[in-house]
């Protein structure tokens, strides 16, 4: 089983739409929850950073934590075709060294205009 | 400020041959990572240095990959000998601290690797 499940889509929105994603993870240990947002041929990019369990808000992006469950997601608001890219969530533990980070396969998103 | 830059963008290279990548992480950064995604898998960690010293290798793979990082600058990741399922891209990162949000990792775009 993997450290961390993430459906690797893709999802398909118009514009405007919310753009639900999410991820599951086993390791009751992970402490630290990131979404990085990846285009194509590049490097990932952090989006939103959160270590404790609720609502964390920025912009048009929330990210959600709920460690009871395993579960965390990402919602984007008003999506724009700009928005279209691999999104990924990554997870640490608070023991590991350094940023040693988990990720998931990643959810391919399309935002059509 | 330039951002973490990796070299080659993308290398083709036959089994049995040898591929160095190189990492110049962002200026002041003392900590380097290597990760590396190969098909249809997830991106995996490989190592961590903080400046030169190898502060978490545990994901490198086998012995035939040897990572180093001299003077605590740049970062080179030697791939000998380069085996099939080596195939994949090698994303380097760095960050400014080891731990948290000042811990944030900034990606290069990535060494593609193709081994025939």
């Known amino acids: 089983q993997k450290e961390v499940e993430q459906d690797p889509g893709p999802l398909s929105v118009p514009e405007g739409a919310i753009v639900s994603l999410n991820c599951t993870y086993s390791n009751s240990a992970f402490q630290y929850f990131m979404w990085y947002r990846q285009y194509s041929r590049k490097g990932p990019e952090l989006l939103m950073y959160?270590?404790?369990?609720g609502n964390k808000e920025d912009g048009r992006f929330t990210a959600q934590v709920d460690k009871s469950s395993k579960y965390i997601s990402l919602f984007i608001r008003d999506s724009q075709p700009s928005d279209s890219a691999t999104y990924l969530c990554?997870?640490?533990?608070?023991?590991?060294?350094?940023?040693?980070?988990?990720f998931g396969g990643g959810t391919r998103v399309l935002v059509k205009p | 400020e330039a951002g973490v830059t990796q070299f080659p963008s993308h290398s083709v290279i036959e089994k049995g041959q040898t591929v160095t990548l190189r990492c110049d992480p962002i200026s002041g950064h003392d900590n380097l990572y290597w990760y590396r995604r190969v098909m249809g898998k997830e991106i995996k960690f490989l190592l961590h240095f903080v400046k030169e010293s190898k502060q978490d290798e545990s994901g490198m793979p086998n012995n035939r990959f040897l990572a180093e990082r001299t003077g605590g600058t740049y970062s080179t990741l030697k791939v000998q000998p380069a085996e099939l399922e080596d195939s994949g891209v090698y994303f380097c990162a760095s960050s400014l601290r080891g731990f948290g949000m000042a811990g944030e990792l900034f990606f290069g775009e990535g060494s593609r690797l193709t081994v025939l």
């Open positions: 959160t270590y404790s369990s």
């Open positions: 990554a997870i640490s533990s608070a023991k590991a060294a350094g940023n040693k980070l988990t």
